[in-house]
């Protein structure tokens, strides 16, 4: 009779007698396969770009790479505008802004979307109220609460928070639903109360799917913050963004944007370990 160590030929097709059949290899080569795809890809948006810029001649319609790499250089240690910050300096104003707003828009979402999960009544109550402001752009928000509360950081903050709080609460209330019911009443025969199964169970099996939520609430967080900027502030990067467009300089508009985008994939970055080391699966 035929046993497994007899016949493995059929499972090493492709691979040399010792070695790890193409099923059995490291997950981490996809990795550096899709950051060699990536990267080919960013090359030749580069490339585009330049070719384009050369084609209009027209600095102030579009400068070339190397005027955007210079200038978004010579800003991250010269203040703009004189006697102002940096463009790191108004990034980091930026990233304040968002990491408040946003880590407290993501527990408040938790929390409320762990309550609406568990208790019918309060799910009934809230549910409607929820559906009316989701679609609600928080930009929407930004006349509003510039009458009530200034130009200070406190309607930056909120407009955030109305953002962010959606999102999380239907993104929480969503993954709890899928956990199955044997887990939950396994947690409950172990003794677990029903906060208790709550925290250590549903919530610990839910936890890949509520940082997905937390990952889109991250972008429209900087949607919400580079908008209120853009109208009514004296820093952040929306606020150099806008005073370097009003003056016409192109470069440092494209180096603002820039400095969001490498931000934001800094922040996604970070997320998306949190998924891994929380969903192993997913590695």
């Given at each position: 009779?035929?046993?497994?160590?007899?016949?493995?030929?059929?499972?090493?097709?492709?691979?040399?007698?010792?070695?790890?059949?193409?099923?059995?290899?490291?997950?981490?080569?996809?990795?550096?396969?899709?950051?060699?795809?990536?990267?080919?890809?960013?090359?030749?948006?580069a490339a585009l770009w330049e070719l384009v810029a050369a084609i209009l001649d027209d600095p102030v319609t579009l400068p070339s790479v190397q005027a955007t790499v210079h200038t978004f250089r010579e800003y991250l240690s010269t203040s703009y505008p004189a006697g102002g910050r940096t463009l790191f300096g108004h990034a980091m104003v930026?990233?304040?802004?968002?990491?408040?707003?946003?880590?407290?828009?993501?527990?408040?979402?938790?929390?409320?979307?762990?309550?609406?999960?568990?208790?019918?009544?309060?799910?009934?109550?809230?549910?409607?109220?929820?559906?009316?402001?989701?679609?609600?752009?928080?930009?929407?928000?930004?006349?509003?609460?510039?009458?009530?509360?200034?130009?200070?950081?406190?309607?930056?903050?909120?407009?955030?928070?109305?953002?962010?709080?959606?999102?999380?609460?239907?993104?929480?209330?969503?993954?709890?639903?899928?956990?199955?019911?044997?887990?939950?009443?396994?947690?409950?025969?172990?003794?677990?109360?029903?906060?208790?199964?709550?925290?250590?169970?549903?919530?610990?099996?839910?936890?890949?799917?509520?940082?997905?939520?937390?990952?889109?609430?991250?972008?429209?967080?900087?949607?919400?913050?580079?908008?209120?900027?853009?109208?009514?502030?004296?820093?952040?990067?929306?606020?150099?963004?806008?005073?370097?467009?009003?003056?016409?300089?192109?470069?440092?508009?494209?180096?603002?944007?820039?400095?969001?985008?490498?931000?934001?994939?800094?922040?996604?970055?970070?997320?998306?370990?949190?998924?891994?080391?929380?969903?192993?699966?997913?590695?």
């Open positions: 009779m035929t046993t497994q160590l007899d016949a493995p030929d059929r499972f090493l097709v492709g691979s040399h007698a010792g070695e790890p059949s193409d099923a059995a290899r490291p997950a981490r080569v996809v990795p550096w396969r899709r950051l060699g795809y990536g990267l080919l890809g960013v090359v030749l948006a930026s990233a304040a802004r968002i990491l408040a707003g946003w880590t407290a828009g993501v527990v408040a979402g938790i929390v409320i979307g762990g309550v609406m999960a568990s208790l019918r009544p309060v799910r009934f109550l809230l549910d409607p109220l929820i559906e009316i402001t989701r679609p609600l752009p928080p930009l929407a928000f930004i006349p509003l609460f510039i009458v009530w509360f200034g130009i200070g950081e406190l309607p930056k903050f909120l407009l955030i928070l109305v953002g962010v709080v959606p999102i999380m609460i239907i993104a929480t209330v969503s993954a709890l639903d899928t956990v199955p019911t044997e887990l939950i009443q396994a947690g409950r025969s172990l003794g677990a109360s029903p906060v208790w199964a709550l925290v250590t169970v549903r919530l610990r099996a839910a936890l890949p799917p509520i940082i997905t939520g937390m990952r889109i609430a991250m972008g429209g967080a900087w949607t919400s913050i580079v908008a209120v900027e853009l109208i009514a502030a004296t820093s952040g990067l929306g606020y150099l963004i806008n005073n370097a467009g009003v003056n016409l300089q192109t470069p440092l508009v494209i180096s603002g944007i820039l400095a969001i985008s490498v931000l934001g994939i800094v922040f996604d970055g970070l997320l998306r370990l949190l998924h891994r080391l929380a969903d192993p699966a997913s590695r």
